[in-house]
């Protein structure tokens, strides 16, 4: 992981807080849909894996798209921007190397679960 990377947060917490604000269930409406977010995550980081190993580029573009989208109702930009960069590369060269920005994004969707998690343990009642 870069250092540039170490320095950019994995979420914004103001995306998280607007989340709360329109719904007037709040944090458990956000506990909710981190929950279903980071399930999603985890087997979308699993598709990639197994799209890589058969080399389904089509596959791993759409996975990179999808987690892309999810990020960005967290404000994940970190996240979204490797999600990007991958998508971006299938289809720019298909015949590269994916593994180092599949490296960086799954690098970075750990960032992004662990910052979620965190955030979700803060605001359990005690």
Do not use: W
């Not at 598709?47 to 573009?61: C, E, F, S, T, Y």
């Amino acid at each position: 992981m870069s250092i540039e990377t170490t320095n950019v947060p994995a979420i914004d917490m103001h995306a998280i807080t607007q989340i709360a604000e329109i719904d007037g269930a709040g944090d458990q409406f956000v506990a909710e849909i981190i929950k279903v977010f980071l399930a999603d995550l985890g087997e979308r980081v699993r598709a990639i894996g197994l799209q890589m190993r058969q080399n389904d580029l089509v596959g791993i573009a759409a996975t990179a798209h999808a987690i892309k989208g999810g990020c960005g109702h967290f404000g994940a930009s970190h996240l979204v921007e490797l999600s990007q960069e991958l998508e971006d590369r299938t289809k720019r060269d298909p015949t590269g190397d994916l593994q180092p920005a599949i490296d960086s994004m799954v690098a970075e969707t750990e960032r992004v679960r662990a910052a979620l998690e965190a955030y979700q343990s803060e605001r359990e009642p005690r």
